[in-house]
Nanobody
Framework: QVQLIESGGGSVQAGGSLRLSCVASGRAWSRYSMGWFRHVPGLAREFVAAISRSGGTTYYADSVKGRFTISRDNAKNTVSLQMNTLKPEDTAVYYC???????????????????WGQGTQVTVSS
């Protein structure tokens, strides 16, 4: 099990950028694939992006493809989400999540992830 702490949320105008970071603690980090999800009250939690343990496999939701980039620094126990060209519909609470997996696998379903951060608010104004 790992503990996950997100940072980097905030308010930005449409077209702007934000970079979210998620720092993991715990010895299991090296076995973890990571993902980012977002949640708007009243809606289901939405998959945003995922990255495998090695960083060699990434997945993105169609709604963010080409605008968001997920990356990880295993030496710093950190996974990041660079968000560019933000839109008002990107407004949500963003969560990072982790799961112990095989090397090249990256889960995309929220139900597959075992550990979650507390979330960070992203607000994009028009």
């Amino acid at each position: 099990q790992v503990q996950l702490i997100e940072s980097g949320g905030g308010s930005v105008q449409a077209g702007g950028s934000l970079r979210l970071s998620c720092v993991a603690s715990g010895r299991a980090w090296s076995r973890y694939s990571m993902g980012w999800f977002r949640h708007v009250p009243g809606l289901a939690r939405e998959f945003v992006a995922a990255i495998s343990r090695s960083g060699g496999t990434t997945y993105y939701a169609d709604s963010v493809k080409g605008r968001f980039t997920i990356s990880r620094d295993n030496a710093k126990n950190t996974v990041s989400l660079q968000m560019n060209t933000l839109k008002p519909e990107d407004t949500a609470v963003y969560y990072c999540a982790g799961k112990s997996t095989i090397l090249s696998y990256a889960p995309r379903q929220a139900s597959e992830f075992a550990d979650w951060g507390q979330g960070t608010q992203v607000t994009v104004s028009s």
